[in-house]
């Protein structure tokens, strides 16, 4: 157990629903960050938050968002669904957003989109 | 932008032998670079951190070391164990200032008993 916790594990949905992927971070970490990893695509960073605030954006989609509550967890929301988001969402986490140290990664979300 | 290069050929190797694997930039040098392993169908885990002032870095069966002249880290697994198996990343800073970190695509390694 890394300590950095996803839920659900496995995610089944259709073409056009929205789905909200939930992390939380290990104790003491402020920083949190959302990866998506395809086949194809490796680990794309989409976005990072630090202590409630988004701190950076890399390849989110305008249909994915995110927020970082004030207890420190984390929600993806991806809304729109199309085939191509089909992929493993992993959230990470680390002591100060500059990551000396290393991201803890959880163990992911499958999302399968039909 | 910056970019990572790793080797997407697989590395077979025997075991009992060391595993060589490359991690090539292009663009600035970033002020560390990172090495994670992931095995299939779970999240990557963090090995090593090496920076920019450094050359080489050791953990245990582990060695890294950095070239920034080359832009280029290796990674070194001594004395290679079927367990070793895996895919290993490299992963550094996205810009000059960054707090996050972008990943190259990985080598899987597979040692053979």
């Known amino acids: 157990d890394s300590g950095v916790t996803q839920t659900p594990k496995h995610l089944i949905t259709a073409t056009g629903q929205r789905v909200t992927l939930r992390c939380s971070p290990r104790s003491g970490d402020l920083s949190v960050y959302w990866y998506q990893q395809s086949l194809d695509q490796g680990l794309q960073f989409l976005i990072q938050y630090y202590n409630g605030e988004e701190r950076a954006k890399g390849n989110i989609l305008e249909r994915f968002s995110a927020q970082q509550f004030p207890d420190l967890h984390s929600e993806l929301n991806l809304s729109s669904l199309e085939l191509g988001d089909s992929a493993l969402y992993f959230c990470?986490?680390?002591?100060?957003?500059?990551?000396?140290?290393?991201?803890?990664f959880g163990s992911g979300t499958r999302l399968t989109v039909v | 932008s910056q970019k990572i290069e790793q080797n997407s050929e697989a590395l077979n190797i025997q075991e009992g032998k060391t595993a060589t694997l490359t991690c090539n930039y292009t663009?600035?040098?970033?002020?560390?670079l990172q090495w994670y392993r992931q095995d299939p169908g779970r999240g990557p885990v963090f090995l090593l951190l090496i920076r920019e002032n450094e050359k080489e870095k050791r953990k245990e069966r582990l060695k890294v070391t950095f070239d920034t002249t080359l832009k280029q880290s290796l990674f070194h697994i001594t004395a290679s164990q079927p367990a070793d198996s895996a895919t290993y990343l490299c992963?550094?800073?996205?810009?000059?200032?960054?707090?996050?970190?972008?990943f190259g695509s990985g080598t899987r390694l597979s040692i053979r008993p």
């Open positions: 992963a550094l800073p996205r810009g000059s200032s960054a707090s996050k970190i972008i």
């Open positions: 990470a986490s680390s002591v100060d957003g500059h990551d000396n140290y290393g991201y803890t």
């Open positions: 663009n600035y040098s970033p002020a560390y």
